[in-house]
């Protein structure tokens, strides 16, 4: 199934122990009692507290069959208002919402002005800073590329390998806003909010694009700039 959610008011995707307000968790509680067991959904990846989603895909298998209409219009009776099931469709029985994903497009907006944006405000973060936009893609071309990324995350104490491959970064102008498109084939924990926080400082002037290549050297997450707010990302596709 492909998902819609606005993050704001949410302790993230994942289910938790101690909170049932993410969005696994009340995906997982309407499908279990429609199929009056427990139902195990799995995200394409983990979207933090805060972050929304455009194209979120999920996979999870019922005991009892049930046409896909019959489950989608089932799920969006129950789902909170920000919340919603786009498309679900019978896959492949083997098919695995994360595993079988072979890239993502991640989308930061940023507001660019003196005034807040009142309306817009959950959906981008609020920088009146003006951003130099070339000295940004300047830096940001040193993102792109099979890289370790170890510098650009907050993984701690972990095993997990720290390499990724960014496909592209594109940055263009939307009013007042800056809009910055990730796409790879996969990203880590904060990766792209610590992207976005480093390539802001290039466009203030406080880091320098040629600082980039030393930053992934290091393999030091206090080399890279500062974590950008969660409001301004959303996970805009899934590639399969």
């Known amino acids: ?126 920088c009146p800073e003006k951003l130099d936009i070339a000295a940004m893609e300047a830096a940001a071309a040193h993102m792109v590329g099979k890289l370790d990324f170890q510098s650009f995350c907050d993984l701690k104490n972990s095993k997990k390998s720290t390499v990724r491959r960014v496909d592209s970064i594109a940055i263009t102008r939307e009013g007042e806003d800056l809009v910055l498109d990730f796409r790879g084939e996969g990203f880590l924990y904060h990766m792209i909010r610590i992207m976005v926080g480093t390539l802001a400082e290039v466009g203030a002037g406080r880091m320098l694009p040629g600082q980039i290549p030393g930053i992934l050297a290091a393999c030091d997450r206090k080399q890279a700039g500062p974590l950008a707010p969660a409001c301004g990302l959303m996970l805009m596709e899934v590639r399969y």
């Open 1 to 126: 199934m492909t998902l819609r959610y606005e993050g704001t008011k949410y302790n993230g995707w994942q289910k938790q122990g101690n909170t049932a307000n993410t969005i696994q968790g009340k995906l997982e509680s309407i499908l279990g009692k429609l199929d009056g067991a427990e139902v195990e959904v799995r995200g394409s990846g983990r979207t933090d507290a805060g972050v929304h989603a455009w194209g979120q895909v999920a996979s999870f298998a019922l005991e009892h069959g049930l046409p896909a209409r019959t489950v989608m219009e089932y799920i969006n009776q129950y789902l909170p208002q920000d919340i919603a099931v786009v498309e679900l469709t019978e896959a492949e029985p083997h098919f695995h919402a994360r595993l079988n994903a072979k890239g993502k497009h991640y989308r930061y907006r940023i507001h660019q002005s003196d005034v807040r944006d009142v309306f817009g405000r959950r959906w981008s973060w609020d």
